[in-house]
């Protein structure tokens, strides 16, 4: 094997964006579908379109606690009078004519009769007896929520592929829509390999770590609604990774292994890979985690993260999550994207594309402020959990000046 094969240099890089478009094509949509009651739906994927059978509202009602009036003419005027000869409440119409330059007592969200055009709020009236005295000029249509402004009969309401959320799983009860077809949740198959990692309550050995990634990635996992299938934590081990990949494939839907990626003699995983699967993809220009690797085991998608903890969690947010995400039969959700002035200089290697850590706050004056962190090892996991965005800087550019532009990108909420 000549050198460049067996080095992460810049040269046989793949670029980021080349990385996950391919990535993006190689899975498609497990489309399993299951039929759920929408309270139990929050986060889950829609798997059909919605389109509405009915119109929302689904009659003329009035805006306010008032008066509905029936105006003879193109508007009533300051200081006009109308009879009161009814009354509506919210599930209770009134039942009966009401003549020009009458009107009825209503509740907001009662039926405005079809002989009203105007409602008045109370404030605005005056009342003696049977007779309502409007304040100010009152025009045709005020305050009545028109048959169907919300949501038409017919519409498109919600798309396959929309994650539901609060507001979502409103609107379909607003429908009448009591059950919806979901996709299922994938199960990914989660371990970490590496003779130093020792899970938190166990003794630290010497020259041993606490295992994180799992945890990093596990978070992510759960934050996405996805089942998390725990394998723990795998020796540096030919014969044992090659187990804990068998084991994974048989069950789940998709594997991430963290650790064991890069050219060490005691980096196997990608060998393992090999033997009981295949590498698709190997060394990608991006800062942290150039040694990520994809590939696949008995046809099941395979994320072997670098185990640097940052590295883990910025590929597992890059490039895992978009992939999985897609085979849950969710739609792309766009993330945010600002331009900023680099609040200082930046140091930058050509050659990958760094995902920096920094903090997006406000100043005293409401004005956007970022810090960019000064430490950006992929060995530390405290700065990423003190940020609340990256810094992207494309893969060519090299070092950044006070004052450049920089892409800025708040956290979402898996990373957040
Ligand atoms: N000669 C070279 N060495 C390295 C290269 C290279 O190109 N040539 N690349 C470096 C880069 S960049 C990365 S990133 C790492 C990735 O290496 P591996 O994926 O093989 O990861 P390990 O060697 O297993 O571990 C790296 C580091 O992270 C710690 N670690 C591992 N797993 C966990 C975990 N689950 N929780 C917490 N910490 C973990 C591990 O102890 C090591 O310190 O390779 C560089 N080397
Ligand atoms: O690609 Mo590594 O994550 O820089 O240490």
């Not at 899975?27 to 399993?32: G, H, S, T």
């Not at 009533?76 to 119409?93: C, D, I, T, Y």
């Not at 996709?183 to 994180?212: H, M, N, Q």
């Amino acid at each position: 094997m000549s050198s460049s094969e067996v080095t992460c240099e810049a040269p046989s890089l793949k670029p980021l964006e080349d990385a996950l478009a391919e990535l993006l094509a190689s899975v498609a949509p497990l489309d399993r579908r299951e039929l759920r009651q929408i309270h139990d739906t929050q986060d889950c994927i829609l798997a059909e379109d919605i389109h509405s059978n009915i119109d929302v509202p689904g009659f003329d009602n009035s805006a306010m606690d008032g008066y509905a009036l029936h105006i003879g003419s193109e508007h009533a005027e300051a200081g006009e009078n109308f009879r009161l000869v009814g009354q509506a409440f919210a599930g209770q119409s009134h039942h009966g004519a009401v003549a020009p330059g009458e009107c009825i007592r209503i509740m907001t969200g009662a039926e405005v009769p079809s002989d009203c055009n105007a409602v008045v709020m109370q404030e605005q009236c005056s009342v003696d007896g049977d007779t309502i005295h409007v304040q100010n000029s009152v025009k045709l249509g005020n305050n009545i929520r028109l048959r169907g402004n919300d949501i038409a009969e017919g519409d498109s309401v919600l798309k396959q592929g929309q994650r539901l959320n609060p507001a979502k799983l409103g609107v379909l009860a607003s429908l009448g829509i009591a059950e919806v077809q979901v996709f299922k949740p994938l199960t990914v198959a989660l371990f970490a390999s590496g003779d130093e990692l020792r899970a938190p309550d166990e003794p630290l050995d010497p020259g041993c770590i606490y295992e994180s990634n799992r945890f990093v990635v596990q978070g992510m996992l759960q934050r996405l609604g996805m089942k998390v299938m725990n394998l723990g934590i795998i020796k540096d081990d030919p014969a044992a990774l090659e187990e804990a990949f068998l084991k994974a494939a048989a069950t789940a839907d998709a594997i991430v292994c963290s650790g064991g990626v890069s050219v060490g003699d005691a980096d196997h995983t990608k060998d393992v890979l090999a033997k009981v699967g295949q590498v698709e993809m190997w060394k990608l220009a991006i800062k942290p985690g150039k040694p990520f690797a994809f590939g696949r085991v008995q046809g099941i998608p395979f994320f072997g993260l670098p185990g640097n903890p940052s590295s883990a969690a910025i590929t597992f947010h890059q490039l895992a999550l978009p992939c999985l995400c897609k085979l849950n039969g969710e739609l792309t959700p766009h993330s945010l994207s600002l331009q900023l002035a680099a609040p200082q200089a930046i140091r930058k290697r050509s050659g990958r594309t760094d995902f920096q850590r920094g903090v997006l706050t406000y100043d005293n004056n409401g004005q956007l402020q970022l810090e960019v962190f000064n430490q950006q090892s992929s060995g530390m996991l405290s700065t990423l959990a003190a940020a609340n965005c990256y810094i992207k800087i494309e893969r060519e550019r090299g070092d950044v000046t006070a004052g450049e532009d920089i892409e800025v990108i708040p956290f979402d909420r898996w990373m957040i």
